[in-house]
């Protein structure tokens, strides 16, 4: 009889066991990282087969002070999506400034994702991603809204061509930058364009010339003629 009671004690333990690392293996695969976004650069990041998987995403703005002074940095952030496939609310888990967490949580907000279904029905879930801002050939932009508190709370281009490097500074290999007042309607046209500050008047005549193509994600757009300054950087 006590043989028969520690073999039943033993397949009970065994079982409990089992039960455990399933609901360890659920946890991880919701708080799973995302797969890379669809456009732009976001590695470091991995997905399991579980993971939701986004659909709609936006590339955080680069900061302008952080722009034109070439810095680089990067952000972490543990954020939760709901079953319906939107961002609920993010945490900053490490950030080399906070300009740069800023710029990504405000980027995070409008991203969408695939529904994570779990025993058939929808599930919410927990992930963490990393965002890298480069001072590189392809940083040449910044948005900033007017207003001092709010100065993230920017709409998110959808065709932003760079401006041309002017010929006539090519020999002088000049570096520098221009900045635009532009006001955006609720369909994510520029209405207006003004010149607020170039390092040189011929930065400034190409940017007026460029910014003329810009449109941006109606979306992101958070009232009509939405006024922000648009900062392009020139290298040679």
């Known amino acids: 009889m006590p043989c028969l009671l520690l073999g039943r004690y033993r397949a009970i333990l065994i079982l409990l066991v089992i039960l455990h690392a399933q609901e360890n293996t659920t946890l991880l695969a919701q708080e799973a990282e995302p797969s890379p976004q669809m456009r732009g650069t976001l590695p470091e990041t991995t997905a399991t087969a579980d993971a939701p998987i986004p659909t709609f995403t936006v590339v955080p703005i680069y900061p302008r002070k952080h722009l034109l002074a070439g810095e680089a940095g990067s952000v972490i952030l543990k954020y939760k999506v709901n079953p319906d496939g939107k961002?609920?609310?993010?945490?900053?888990?490490?950030?080399?400034?906070?300009?740069?967490?800023?710029?990504?949580?405000?980027?995070?907000?409008?991203?969408?994702?695939?529904?994570?279904?779990?025993?058939?029905?929808?599930?919410?879930?927990?992930?963490?991603?990393?965002?890298?801002?480069?001072?590189?050939?392809?940083?040449?932009?910044?948005?900033?809204?007017?207003?001092?508190?709010?100065?993230?709370?920017?709409?998110?281009?959808?065709?932003?061509?760079?401006?041309?490097?002017?010929?006539?500074?090519?020999?002088?290999?000049?570096?520098?930058?221009?900045?635009?007042?532009?006001?955006?309607?609720?369909?994510?046209?520029?209405?207006?364009?003004?010149?607020?500050?170039?390092?040189?008047?011929?930065?400034?005549?190409?940017?007026?010339?460029?910014?003329?193509e810009w449109t941006f994600l109606p979306q992101t757009v958070i009232q009509d003629n939405q006024r922000v300054r648009l900062t392009f950087l020139f290298r040679p």
């Open 87 to 212: 961002i609920a609310r993010s945490l900053v888990m490490q950030s080399t400034d906070p300009l740069f967490a800023e710029a990504a949580q405000h980027a995070l907000q409008f991203w969408r994702f695939k529904p994570l279904i779990i025993n058939d029905e929808r599930s919410a879930s927990v992930l963490r991603q990393t965002f890298s801002f480069r001072s590189n050939a392809d940083s040449f932009y910044s948005l900033e809204a007017l207003s001092p508190e709010n100065s993230v709370l920017v709409p998110f281009p959808v065709k932003g061509l760079r401006p041309a490097y002017p010929e006539a500074l090519r020999e002088e290999q000049l570096q520098g930058h221009c900045d635009l007042i532009v006001s955006i309607n609720r369909a994510g046209q520029i209405t207006e364009i003004t010149t607020e500050n170039a390092t040189h008047l011929l930065f400034a005549e190409s940017g007026l010339l460029t910014a003329r």
